[in-house]
Antibody
Framework: QVQLQQSGAELVKPGSSVKMSCKASGYTFTSYYIYWIKQRPGQGLEWIGRIGPGSGDTNYNEKFKGKATFTVDKSSSTAYMQLSSLTPEDTAVYYC?????????????WGQGTLVTVSS | DIQMTQSPASLSASLDEIVTITCQASLDIGNWLAWYQQKPGKSPQLLIYGATSLADGVPSRFSGSRSGTQYSLKISKLQVEDTGIYYCLQHYSAPYTFGAGTKLELK
Protein backbone atom coordinates (compact mmCIF):
# COMPACT_ATOMS: atom_id res chain seq x y z
CA GLN A 1 0.00 0.00 0.00
CA VAL A 2 1.08 3.55 -0.66
CA GLN A 3 2.79 5.17 2.31
CA LEU A 4 4.49 8.49 2.82
CA GLN A 5 6.61 8.59 5.96
CA GLN A 6 7.77 12.02 7.03
CA SER A 7 10.68 12.96 9.28
CA GLY A 8 10.25 14.04 12.87
CA ALA A 9 9.52 17.37 14.47
CA GLU A 10 12.13 20.11 14.32
CA LEU A 11 12.86 23.03 16.65
CA VAL A 12 14.96 25.58 14.82
CA LYS A 13 16.21 29.10 15.37
CA PRO A 14 15.13 32.14 13.37
CA GLY A 15 17.35 32.76 10.38
CA SER A 16 18.36 29.12 10.07
CA SER A 17 17.29 26.45 7.58
CA VAL A 18 15.61 23.09 7.96
CA LYS A 19 15.38 20.09 5.66
CA MET A 20 12.61 17.55 6.04
CA SER A 21 12.01 14.28 4.30
CA CYS A 22 9.15 12.27 2.88
CA LYS A 23 9.96 8.61 2.24
CA ALA A 24 7.65 6.91 -0.22
CA SER A 25 6.83 3.22 -0.38
CA GLY A 26 4.32 0.92 -1.99
CA TYR A 27 4.57 2.35 -5.51
CA THR A 28 7.00 3.43 -8.20
CA PHE A 29 8.44 6.63 -6.74
CA THR A 30 9.34 8.21 -10.06
CA SER A 31 5.83 7.89 -11.50
CA TYR A 32 3.95 10.44 -9.39
CA TYR A 33 4.42 14.03 -8.35
CA ILE A 34 5.05 14.73 -4.67
CA TYR A 35 3.30 17.80 -3.30
CA TRP A 36 4.12 19.88 -0.23
CA ILE A 37 1.45 21.62 1.84
CA LYS A 38 1.76 23.99 4.81
CA GLN A 39 -0.62 24.26 7.75
CA ARG A 40 0.04 26.89 10.39
CA PRO A 41 -1.28 26.17 13.92
CA GLY A 42 -5.06 26.41 13.93
CA GLN A 43 -5.08 27.57 10.32
CA GLY A 44 -5.96 26.24 6.88
CA LEU A 45 -3.97 24.48 4.19
CA GLU A 46 -1.60 26.15 1.74
CA TRP A 47 -0.06 24.61 -1.37
CA ILE A 48 3.70 25.14 -1.48
CA GLY A 49 4.45 23.32 -4.72
CA ARG A 50 5.41 20.00 -6.24
CA ILE A 51 8.25 17.98 -7.63
CA GLY A 52 8.29 15.23 -10.21
CA PRO A 53 10.72 12.63 -8.88
CA GLY A 54 11.41 11.15 -12.29
CA SER A 55 12.22 14.37 -14.11
CA GLY A 56 13.15 16.63 -11.21
CA ASP A 57 10.62 19.10 -12.59
CA THR A 58 9.41 21.55 -9.94
CA ASN A 59 6.56 24.02 -9.59
CA TYR A 60 6.48 26.50 -6.72
CA ASN A 61 3.73 28.71 -5.41
CA GLU A 62 5.10 32.22 -6.03
CA LYS A 63 4.63 32.90 -2.33
CA PHE A 64 7.22 30.24 -1.47
CA LYS A 65 9.83 30.92 -4.12
CA GLY A 66 13.10 31.56 -2.35
CA LYS A 67 11.71 29.99 0.81
CA ALA A 68 11.24 26.35 -0.19
CA THR A 69 13.47 24.08 -2.26
CA PHE A 70 12.43 20.60 -3.37
CA THR A 71 14.80 17.73 -4.08
CA VAL A 72 14.57 13.97 -4.38
CA ASP A 73 16.81 10.95 -3.89
CA LYS A 74 15.57 8.31 -6.29
CA SER A 75 17.80 5.64 -4.77
CA SER A 76 15.91 5.86 -1.48
CA SER A 77 12.52 6.96 -2.85
CA THR A 78 12.68 10.05 -0.67
CA ALA A 79 11.58 13.59 -1.36
CA TYR A 80 12.99 16.52 0.56
CA MET A 81 11.92 20.06 1.23
CA GLN A 82 14.34 22.64 2.57
CA LEU A 83 13.06 25.86 4.09
CA SER A 84 15.48 28.72 4.44
CA SER A 85 15.72 32.01 6.36
CA LEU A 86 13.19 30.77 8.84
CA THR A 87 10.93 33.16 10.76
CA PRO A 88 8.18 32.49 13.31
CA GLU A 89 5.69 32.64 10.39
CA ASP A 90 7.25 29.41 9.13
CA THR A 91 6.11 27.58 12.26
CA ALA A 92 3.72 25.02 10.86
CA VAL A 93 3.02 21.40 10.09
CA TYR A 94 4.30 20.53 6.64
CA TYR A 95 2.71 17.67 4.75
CA CYS A 96 3.83 15.78 1.71
CA UNK A 97 1.14 14.25 -0.46
CA UNK A 98 0.80 12.25 -3.65
CA UNK A 99 -1.72 12.57 -6.41
CA UNK A 100 -3.42 9.59 -7.98
CA UNK A 101 -5.01 9.37 -11.40
CA UNK A 102 -7.60 6.97 -10.03
CA UNK A 103 -8.85 9.86 -7.93
CA UNK A 104 -8.85 12.53 -10.64
CA UNK A 105 -5.30 13.47 -9.63
CA UNK A 106 -6.38 14.77 -6.24
CA UNK A 107 -4.09 14.35 -3.23
CA UNK A 108 -5.10 10.83 -2.34
CA UNK A 109 -2.20 9.99 -0.04
CA TRP A 110 -0.69 12.13 2.69
CA GLY A 111 2.22 11.84 5.05
CA GLN A 112 1.68 12.27 8.75
CA GLY A 113 3.20 15.74 8.72
CA THR A 114 6.39 17.31 10.09
CA LEU A 115 6.01 20.00 12.74
CA VAL A 116 8.56 22.79 12.39
CA THR A 117 8.78 25.23 15.27
CA VAL A 118 10.82 28.36 14.74
CA SER A 119 11.84 29.88 18.04
CA SER A 120 14.90 31.36 19.67
CA ASP B 1 -4.70 32.62 -8.41
CA ILE B 2 -8.06 30.88 -8.22
CA GLN B 3 -9.93 31.78 -5.04
CA MET B 4 -12.05 29.17 -3.29
CA THR B 5 -14.67 30.78 -1.07
CA GLN B 6 -15.89 28.20 1.42
CA SER B 7 -18.95 28.55 3.64
CA PRO B 8 -19.93 28.39 6.37
CA ALA B 9 -16.78 28.85 8.46
CA SER B 10 -18.34 26.84 11.24
CA LEU B 11 -21.41 24.72 11.65
CA SER B 12 -23.14 23.07 14.58
CA ALA B 13 -25.63 20.34 13.73
CA SER B 14 -27.51 17.50 15.41
CA LEU B 15 -27.17 13.77 14.88
CA ASP B 16 -28.95 12.56 11.72
CA GLU B 17 -29.23 16.12 10.44
CA ILE B 18 -28.42 16.97 6.82
CA VAL B 19 -25.33 19.15 6.50
CA THR B 20 -24.18 21.06 3.42
CA ILE B 21 -20.88 22.85 2.91
CA THR B 22 -20.17 24.88 -0.21
CA CYS B 23 -17.16 26.18 -2.12
CA GLN B 24 -17.39 28.86 -4.77
CA ALA B 25 -14.57 28.97 -7.29
CA SER B 26 -13.51 32.31 -8.75
CA LEU B 27 -13.00 30.70 -12.17
CA ASP B 28 -14.23 27.65 -14.02
CA ILE B 29 -12.31 24.67 -12.61
CA GLY B 30 -14.41 21.95 -14.17
CA ASN B 31 -14.43 18.86 -11.97
CA TRP B 32 -10.95 19.46 -10.55
CA LEU B 33 -12.33 19.74 -7.06
CA ALA B 34 -11.78 17.52 -4.05
CA TRP B 35 -13.12 17.51 -0.51
CA TYR B 36 -11.13 16.55 2.58
CA GLN B 37 -11.91 15.88 6.22
CA GLN B 38 -9.32 16.65 8.84
CA LYS B 39 -9.42 15.46 12.44
CA PRO B 40 -7.32 17.16 15.17
CA GLY B 41 -3.66 16.23 14.89
CA LYS B 42 -4.22 14.16 11.73
CA SER B 43 -3.59 14.53 8.05
CA PRO B 44 -6.49 15.46 5.75
CA GLN B 45 -8.38 12.47 4.37
CA LEU B 46 -9.86 12.41 0.86
CA LEU B 47 -13.65 12.21 0.81
CA ILE B 48 -14.71 13.30 -2.67
CA TYR B 49 -12.72 13.61 -5.90
CA GLY B 50 -13.65 14.83 -9.34
CA ALA B 51 -16.30 16.98 -7.61
CA THR B 52 -18.80 14.13 -7.28
CA SER B 53 -17.01 10.78 -6.82
CA LEU B 54 -16.78 9.09 -3.44
CA ALA B 55 -13.31 7.99 -2.38
CA ASP B 56 -12.73 4.39 -1.32
CA GLY B 57 -13.98 3.56 2.14
CA VAL B 58 -15.92 6.79 2.59
CA PRO B 59 -19.47 6.26 3.89
CA SER B 60 -22.23 6.74 1.35
CA ARG B 61 -23.85 9.46 3.48
CA PHE B 62 -21.20 11.77 1.98
CA SER B 63 -21.83 13.14 -1.49
CA GLY B 64 -20.52 15.89 -3.72
CA SER B 65 -22.24 17.99 -6.33
CA ARG B 66 -21.48 20.79 -8.74
CA SER B 67 -23.51 23.63 -10.20
CA GLY B 68 -21.35 25.75 -12.46
CA THR B 69 -18.55 27.07 -10.28
CA GLN B 70 -20.29 26.22 -7.01
CA TYR B 71 -19.44 22.93 -5.35
CA SER B 72 -21.19 21.31 -2.43
CA LEU B 73 -20.43 18.58 0.06
CA LYS B 74 -23.47 17.01 1.66
CA ILE B 75 -23.65 14.73 4.66
CA SER B 76 -27.06 13.11 4.59
CA LYS B 77 -27.28 11.91 8.21
CA LEU B 78 -24.69 13.43 10.48
CA GLN B 79 -22.86 10.97 12.71
CA VAL B 80 -20.61 11.55 15.72
CA GLU B 81 -17.51 10.59 13.75
CA ASP B 82 -18.18 13.28 11.14
CA THR B 83 -16.99 16.12 13.36
CA GLY B 84 -13.84 17.82 12.17
CA ILE B 85 -12.74 20.40 9.67
CA TYR B 86 -13.65 20.10 6.00
CA TYR B 87 -11.67 21.65 3.15
CA CYS B 88 -12.23 21.92 -0.55
CA LEU B 89 -9.26 21.91 -2.93
CA GLN B 90 -9.07 23.09 -6.52
CA HIS B 91 -6.32 21.31 -8.43
CA TYR B 92 -7.16 22.69 -11.86
CA SER B 93 -4.56 25.42 -11.98
CA ALA B 94 -1.39 26.12 -10.04
CA PRO B 95 -1.10 27.39 -7.42
CA TYR B 96 -3.62 24.87 -6.19
CA THR B 97 -5.80 26.47 -3.55
CA PHE B 98 -7.84 25.27 -0.62
CA GLY B 99 -10.99 26.72 0.85
CA ALA B 100 -10.56 28.27 4.30
CA GLY B 101 -12.24 25.32 5.96
CA THR B 102 -15.51 24.54 7.72
CA LYS B 103 -15.43 23.42 11.33
CA LEU B 104 -18.26 20.95 11.91
CA GLU B 105 -19.40 20.25 15.46
CA LEU B 106 -22.22 18.32 17.03
CA LYS B 107 -24.98 20.29 18.68
Amino acid sequence: QVQLQQSGAELVKPGSSVKMSCKASGYTFTSYYIYWIKQRPGQGLEWIGRIGPGSGDTNYNEKFKGKATFTVDKSSSTAYMQLSSLTPEDTAVYYCAREDGTYYYSFAYWGQGTLVTVSS
Amino acid sequence: DIQMTQSPASLSASLDEIVTITCQASLDIGNWLAWYQQKPGKSPQLLIYGATSLADGVPSRFSGSRSGTQYSLKISKLQVEDTGIYYCLQHYSAPYTFGAGTKLELK
